[in-house]
């Protein structure tokens, strides 16, 4: 076995923590969404508004979907890294995701905001 | 380096409970990458208009989108048990066998039934 230090350069702690991380914020945000879904007086077009209405709940939902994104990065990229063993259709891939959760995150601010 | 045997013929390989639920993860995980852009159309749609929001609603009354949408429901609650055992077991809580094996049972089931009650919801 190699005998290497964690510290120091890049062996995947930063992606590895960053998972663990943002996995909870979104539980944390699971738990919140689910309390105000269930304190809600009706669910219909303007009471689902009213929900992303103040600008803390869109913060703490942005905060939710970028956690996701990096989460959602770091998990597609594990999956190619396993499976795709042909460096450049790996690459396009891995530019492929990026670019995508860049525009999602582009997009949720958008939807977020428009409220 | 000495020749080890590989034995990767996935229909032959017995996973036990605790990598079903391992692969179960990852697969719930891609499955949620792949449904993002109809998960944002969908929240976009909901807050757009009472018009899109209507739209939205009787598309749901479709048996079709109903089923992919408590798939996906599945998904996350599936991946969000694993994913909550897995943090379990990077503190060291439950890596013993026995503990492993039940945990994986509670992952399943818990996701199982809730995903049930969504859907009962749904419908």
């Known amino acids: ?115 | 380096m000495s020749k080890r045997p590989i034995y990767l013929n996935l229909f032959q390989i017995r996973l036990p409970l605790p990598g079903l639920i391992s692969i179960m993860h990852r697969v719930s995980g891609a499955l949620l990458f792949l449904a993002l852009p109809l998960l944002l159309c969908g929240l976009q749609q909901s807050l757009t208009s009472a018009e899109s929001f209507t739209t939205l609603q009787t598309a749901f009354s479709h048996w079709g989108v109903k089923l992919v949408a408590i798939a996906l429901v599945w998904g996350y609650l599936h991946h969000l048990c694993a994913g909550l055992r897995h943090l379990a077991l990077d503190l060291d809580i439950g890596t013993e066998l026995a503990a492993a094996r039940t945990s994986s049972v509670f992952v399943l089931g818990i996701s199982i039934v809730l995903t049930v009650v969504v859907a009962a919801l749904l419908w």
């Open chain 1, 1 to 115: 076995m190699v005998n290497r230090e964690v510290i120091g350069a890049h062996y995947g702690l930063g992606g590895w923590l960053a998972q663990r991380v943002t996995a909870i914020v979104m539980a944390l945000y699971t738990l919140l969404f689910l309390i105000l879904m269930v304190r809600a007086p009706q669910l219909d077009f303007s009471g689902w508004r009213m929900l992303f209405a103040p600008q803390w709940m869109k913060l703490a939902t942005l905060l939710f979907l970028a956690g996701l994104y990096l989460h959602a990065w770091i998990g597609v990229r594990n999956i190619f890294m396993d499976y795709i063993k042909s460096n450049s259709l790996r690459l396009v891939l891995h530019v492929s995701a990026i670019v995508w959760l860049l525009v999602c995150a582009g997009w949720s601010v958008q939807i977020l905001w428009s409220v």
